[in-house]
């Protein structure tokens, strides 16, 4: 029945109404609210051997944003949300412009572990060491109709600039952050945007604040990282300990790193899906302890702050965890240079990407090769 102006809708309210409004008004009135620092107490130590991991950075800013649910409980724990000084390179010749369509411009987040051990540290920049653990690229399209995340495997043999060919992970200690980056625009031909870094230690917490989350675990295996502790193959529900120890193993696989990739995707997969539920989103508690659990483990560039995420979430608020798709960026295999054992990029494959993110057609590229 057409509705007549001033007339209320007789359609049921959905609990997508609700976020929609709720995020809208937040839009609206910007980002007042109490701001609190968010390491307390001195800044909490935290506990263990510490991995930055890339897996979850930016797609949980992409499921907290995305979602609908940054609102006025973001500005409470945005000041635990470490900033870092310089991570996006200065202007090069031959940086890749920025892609614009019709619809706008794609948003590139790339994000950064790191192999480093600092125990007690209370800044991830620190702890950030001379070697990126693991890497990732979180493309979110022009129309915000979906998020492609893209796995780069840190062995990755190819030109750094200024440096000669070598392994990914290693231009974070030739040039840092910005040499990163700039490593990695040349290798896909588009522009990074942002940057992110993470505590792995972090996602333990967000795990158990979501009361666990389920994967399909495809490879059966005894973790070196939990004494006496099986990975049945099939469903299995985890623990924050035990997601730590799932997504982290490696020597368990005779593909060592690549079985390790497919679990963080995995992980990622399940924790979207739990996220971005109604559930979830609906519930303020919730969301906050997700967010408090998040905030002290991640670090982002000076220009990725809290109206950015807020313009993000509102162009993005109808993503849901069907809507993000995980691959590994091919790889023609292993091997040798000189004594040193690494990943052999598929060029062949990575062109047709290229070609597919300067069209911003990424969600129409099916990966080849390994």
Do not use: C
């Amino acid at each position: 029945m057409e509705q007549t102006p001033g007339q209320a809708s007789s359609r049921p309210r959905s609990d997508d109404d609700a976020l929609t409004d709720l995020f809208e008004h937040e839009a609206d009135n910007g980002s007042s609210g109490t701001r609190r620092g968010a390491r307390e107490d001195g800044k909490k130590k935290r506990r263990g051997p510490k991995i930055l991991l890339w897996t979850l950075v930016g797609v949980l800013i992409v499921a907290v944003a995305g979602a609908g649910i940054i609102w006025w409980n973001v500005n409470q724990a945005f000041d635990g949300i470490e900033k870092i000084d310089n991570a996006l390179p200065e202007d090069y010749e031959g940086r890749p412009e920025q892609v614009v369509t019709e619809a706008g411009s794609p948003m590139n987040i790339l994000l950064l572990g790191s192999d480093s051990r600092v125990s007690g540290s209370t800044s991830i920049m620190t702890d950030l060491g001379s070697r990126s653990d693991t890497m990732m690229l979180v493309h979110i399209p022009a129309d915000r109709s979906d998020v492609q995340v893209i796995s780069i495997m840190r062995d990755s043999w190819l030109a750094i600039p200024g440096h000669g060919e070598a392994k990914i992970n290693a231009a974070l200690s030739f040039g840092g952050v910005p040499l990163v980056v700039q490593t990695v625009e040349g290798l896909l031909g588009l522009r990074i945007d942002h940057v992110g870094v993470v505590d792995f230690d972090g996602f333990a917490g967000i795990t158990d604040a979501l009361g666990g989350v389920t994967i399909n675990n495809d490879v059966a295996f005894n973790s070196s990282h939990m004494k006496g502790k099986t990975f049945e193959a099939g469903p299995i529900t985890l623990t924050g300990e035990e997601a730590l120890a799932f997504v982290r193993e490696r020597y368990a696989f005779t593909d060592g790193d690549y079985q390790r990739v497919r679990n963080q995707q995995a992980w990622v997969k399940a924790v979207l899906d739990k996220m971005l539920t109604a559930e979830t989103l609906t519930n303020p508690g919730k969301v906050q302890e997700i967010i408090t659990q998040f905030s002290p483990y991640v670090a982002v560039d000076s220009t990725f702050d809290l109206q950015t995420m807020l313009n993000l979430g509102l162009s993005m608020r109808d993503i849901r965890g069907s809507d993000v798709r995980s691959f590994t960026l091919p790889t023609n295999g292993t091997g040798m240079v000189g004594d040193q054992s690494v990943v052999f990029l598929d060029t062949v494959s990575i062109g047709a990407l290229k070609e597919h993110l300067v069209t911003d057609t990424v969600s129409e590229y099916q990966p080849t090769g390994r």
